[in-house]
Each structure stands twice: as structure tokens, then as C-alpha cells.
Nanobody, 114 residues
Framework: QVQLVESGGGSVQAGGSLRLSCAASGTIFNIRDMGWYRQAPGKQRELVAFITSDGSTNYADSVKGRFTISRDNAKNTVTLQMSSLKSEDTAVYFC????????WGRGTQVTVSS
């Protein structure tokens, strides 16, 4: 089992920045991809970004150039640095980690006011 705990959400004005962190614990060996999804009210959960165990990254088109994902394998954390935030970035952000199964955090709210 892998437990994931997100932190760093909050409220910010449009154009501002937030930094989300996700800490993994439990049976953390052989974690492959880690990343972030988000879900806005009334919408489906969507992939925001992910990072592989060797550091390759992938971003949704809507966040390219504004968000940066990083990973510290020694600390078992994944971070999402979000800049130039827009109101449409408002959502609950969920961290995930892939082994044979996918594990999820409980989510952290990000609210961007225009």
C-alpha cells in the first residue's frame, strides 16, 4: 500500500502562484509514474501533469508553460509549481502514484479568483 498526502492548496488571485506537494509513504519502492489530476465542479477528472521515475515529464496542453512538475525520489515527494494561475485552474487537485495499482491522495483545493 502507498499513502499519499497532498499539501499546498489554497486561494489565490489570477496571475498568482501556488506550489502543491505530495508525500508518499508506505511501500514506496518501485513507484513508477507520479503526477497530478484535477477535478473542477461538474467536470470530469483530468490529467494535469506526470513525471516518470527517470524524470521525464508530460503536461496537459492547458498548463504547458505555466506549471512545472518535479520529483524527489529520495524524499518520495512530487511537487507541482503552478504559476500564472487562471480562474479555470480552480479545482481539487489529486496526487497519484503508479505501481501495479494506482494510488490516490485525497485531494487539495485550489481556488483562483479573477
Amino acid at each position: 500500500q502507498v499513502q499519499l498526502v497532498e499539501s499546498g492548496g489554497g486561494s489565490v488571485q489570477a496571475g498568482g502562484s501556488l506550489r502543491l506537494s505530495c508525500a508518499a509513504s508506505g511501500t514506496i519502492f518501485n513507484i513508477r509514474d507520479m503526477g497530478w489530476y484535477r477535478q473542477a465542479p461538474g467536470k470530469q477528472r483530468e490529467l494535469v501533469a506526470f513525471i516518470t521515475s527517470d524524470g521525464s515529464t508530460n503536461y496537459a496542453d492547458s498548463v504547458k508553460g505555466r506549471f512545472t512538475i518535479s520529483r524527489d525520489n529520495a524524499k518520495n515527494t512530487v511537487t507541482l509549481q503552478m504559476s500564472s494561475l487562471k480562474s479555470e485552474d480552480t479545482a481539487v487537485y489529486f496526487c497519484y502514484a503508479d505501481k501495479i495499482l494506482r494510488y490516490w491522495g485525497r485531494g487539495t483545493q485550489v481556488t483562483v479568483s479573477s
